[in-house]
């Protein structure tokens, strides 16, 4: 990472209040340093000409109703120059039905701006070390039903679980209820480092590369 330990982002958002207090409440905990902050998609996309393929914020918290250019836009716009940079979508709760539209995007996150200081960058650590997809609790529900309706798959030849064992089980009833990998491994007491080697399995048993598909699988399927 640049800076040290740090993780390095930027923070896009229309309102000044917002980018302001955000960056001095994350910058605070010493873990974080944000090397700009930007109004819109334009300015964003704008700033991020000027740093050079080098100098590029690992991580972007984007808003996403913004004048003249709109996080989603700017998300699928910038993922195709800046596919190594991570954005974590950040969203109030009227705004579900952009979930998939984001998603769709290249959008890595989807939280609500209301969460604590803490919850996000627990959420960027998530992304930065085990390149998950954080989302809120009360977001994530709301997408899987969204998914649920939206995508079907194949049950296996077998009919069988995949082949998961009974604590893979447990780990992927876990990613379905929205919780990250540090709460499934308080809920099962075992080490965070075990349940991310269980997730590495259940993406390999299902075929997946991501915690989404891994969930659609599961509900499809009556895996859980």
Known sequence: MKFGAMITIA?????????????????????????????????????????????????????????????????????VIYPEVEFLMLTVFDEYDKIFEAIKAGASGYILKDESTDTIINYIEQVMEFKTVPMSPSVARKALKLLANEYTFEKSESGSLFNLTPRETEVLRGMVKGLDYKEIAESLVVSPYTVRNQITSIYRKLHVSSKSDAVKIALRNNMI
Do not use: C, S, W
């Open 11 to 79: 923070i896009v958002d229309d309102k000044y209040l917002n980018r302001n207090d955000r960056k001095l409440e994350l910058e605070y905990h010493g873990k974080i340093k944000v090397l700009f902050t930007a109004q819109n998609g334009l300015e964003f996309l704008e700033k991020m000409k000027l740093l050079g393929k080098q100098n590029l914020p690992e991580i972007v918290l984007m808003d996403i109703d913004m004048p003249e250019k709109n996080g989603i836009e700017t998300v699928r716009e910038a993922k």
